[in-house]
């Protein structure tokens, strides 16, 4: 898939940092057979991400959720009162990738980048995530594989031959379906 930093090189890029930075990006992906990962579920496992390298909880974090459209922007922080450590710019697309072109527009070098979208070939855009977060689950891993392999442009059949098991097993047309509707 993409290259990632490594642990070493996101604890080293944490250290000493009053206010962190954060873009992140949401794609809302069709329920699948085996997986469904909502954009609540991967505003946990990014936020989960953070707070294991930073020390922050969502209590000091300010989140700035970008609206469906692109229009819109919403301020939530946790406690009003409480000074926050960490902001977390939210983009997220329902189709398209409208909003992760804007991402990459808005990306300044001393901020990170994350997501939790497998999905999308990053290097189609001018940047790639510090990471992408995924769960360590044999669902996750399933149809992170296939979509590894589609971004790397093998066939449909072959992904469906190469990733079928007993437990889990997918068509060469749900994958041709699945492609068309991640944008």
């Known amino acids: ?26 794609k809302e992906l069709p329920l699948w057979t085996h997986y469904k990962l909502t954009c609540d579920k991967q505003r946990e496992l990014i936020i989960a991400r953070i707070a294991e390298y ?15 459209g692109g229009k819109d922007w919403n301020t939530k922080t946790s406690d009003s009162n409480n000074k926050s450590k960490a902001r977390i710019y939210w983009y997220g697309d329902i189709e398209g990738r409208e909003n992760l072109k804007q991402l990459v527009e808005d990306l300044d070098v001393k901020e990170w980048f994350y997501s939790a979208d497998f999905t999308v070939d990053y290097s189609k855009y001018e940047v790639e995530p510090d990471e992408i977060v995924v769960e360590e689950t044999k669902q996750s891993e399933f149809y992170q594989r296939i979509f ?11 992904i469906a031959k190469a990733v079928s098991t007993k437990e889990m097993s997918i068509t060469r047309q749900a994958i041709g379906l699945m492609r068309n509707s991640v944008g």
Not at 54 to 68: S, Y
Not at 148 to 158: F, L, P, R, T
Request: aromatic share 6%.
């Open 54 to 68: 930073t020390r922050v909880t969502e209590d000091e974090i300010e989140e700035v959720v970008l609206k469906q």
């Open 1 to 26: 898939m993409s290259k990632q930093r490594t642990e070493e090189e996101l604890r080293e890029k944490y250290r000493n940092k009053p206010l962190k930075v954060y873009r992140c990006y949401l």
């Open 148 to 158: 590894e392999m589609a971004n790397d442009g093998i066939s449909n059949g072959k």
